[in-house]
């Protein structure tokens, strides 16, 4: 045990290491990463197209107070838990499409002692399994932001009055300034694109040559994944949770933005915004 745990220590370091070095991949070529999730029976595509819409809250009360913010996913598991103060610029996000979380995962947010959760709408409907859930995230509204997005009428997103509803309560008011964005072209990401069922998808990360590739490190809980912020020049983690269903589709991808960080998310949740590439 003590063996694994300093290993994994110098693994982080290595890699925090390599990622200031500004060296992405490693030197592990892509075609063996390719034939690699092939050999483990995944679908392989040469990257994706999306042109995302957002619902953003921007508070610019300086005075507001700052909030706990929960990135719940739809699976019920909380991807981050951050604080978040808001003021001009900061903004909280949930995509443009409507999300639901089952009622059995949802319970153990919507029961708490301490009011519930803001972000998933618990109403008491019998025929319904699901209820609606605002998956929230922070951003910077900078330049780049509103050079890439443009506002549209926030009465052609689905997502958009669930999320006031969830800004409302959060931030315990009626009235909560909220804005809805379109990417005004599509954009091409040309990274590779991994698509299996989630236990395949744990024994191809499990490689060791696949977490090089992807400055990653796995085990039997999860993944995390290294990047480094524009404009930052040390390294952040993201962290990632096994789903409990083996069969469950998620897609393996590299997100462009801010930094570049591989991620994991429902084939469902994908498909919602962006189109595969050619499958190889």
């Given at each position: 045990m003590v063996t694994a745990m300093k290993w994994l220590g110098l693994k982080v370091i290595?890699?925090?290491?390599?990622?200031?070095?500004?060296?992405?991949?490693a030197g592990v070529p892509r075609q063996f990463i390719?034939?690699?999730?092939?050999?483990?029976?995944?679908?392989?595509?040469?990257?994706?197209?999306?042109?995302?819409?957002?619902?953003i809250c921007e508070i610019e009360d300086n005075d507001?107070?700052?909030?706990?913010v929960e990135?719940?996913?739809p699976d019920g598991h909380v991807e981050t838990q951050i604080k978040f103060k808001p003021?001009?610029?900061?903004?909280?996000?949930?995509?443009?499409?409507?999300?639901h979380i089952p009622k059995e995962l949802a319970s153990k947010f919507v029961r708490r002692a301490d009011g519930g959760c803001p972000f998933?709408?618990?109403?008491?409907?019998?025929?319904?399994?699901?209820?609606?859930l605002s998956q929230t995230w922070t951003m910077n509204l900078n330049e780049r932001f509103y050079n890439t997005y443009a506002e549209i009428d926030e009465s052609t997103v689905d997502a958009c009055g669930t999320f006031r509803e969830s800004m409302s309560k959060l931030f315990s008011s009626a009235e909560v300034p909220i804005r809805c964005y379109k990417m005004k072209q599509a954009q091409v990401n040309p990274e590779l694109v991994f698509v299996g069922p989630r236990d395949l998808m744990e024994a191809f990360l499990f490689d060791a040559d696949t977490q090089k590739y992807f400055s990653m490190a796995a085990n039997q809980h999860g993944f995390k994944t290294w990047s480094i912020p524009k404009g930052k020049w040390f390294p952040r983690?993201?962290?990632?949770?096994?789903?409990?269903?083996m069969d469950d589709q998620v897609v393996l991808f590299t997100r462009e933005g801010n930094s570049s960080m591989t991620v994991m998310v429902s084939k469902e949740q994908f498909l919602r915004e962006k189109q595969f590439g050619e499958k190889l």
């Open positions: 290595m890699i925090r290491i390599r990622l200031l070095c500004g060296k992405k991949r390719i034939e690699r999730a092939q050999g483990k029976e995944l679908e392989v595509y040469h990257g994706f197209t999306e042109q995302p819409i957002r619902c507001a107070k700052e909030k706990t990135t719940i996913m003021k001009k610029g900061r903004a909280l996000v949930t995509f443009g499409h409507l999300q998933i709408h618990d109403e008491n409907t019998a025929d319904s399994k699901v209820y609606r983690v993201k962290n990632f949770l096994w789903g409990t269903v």
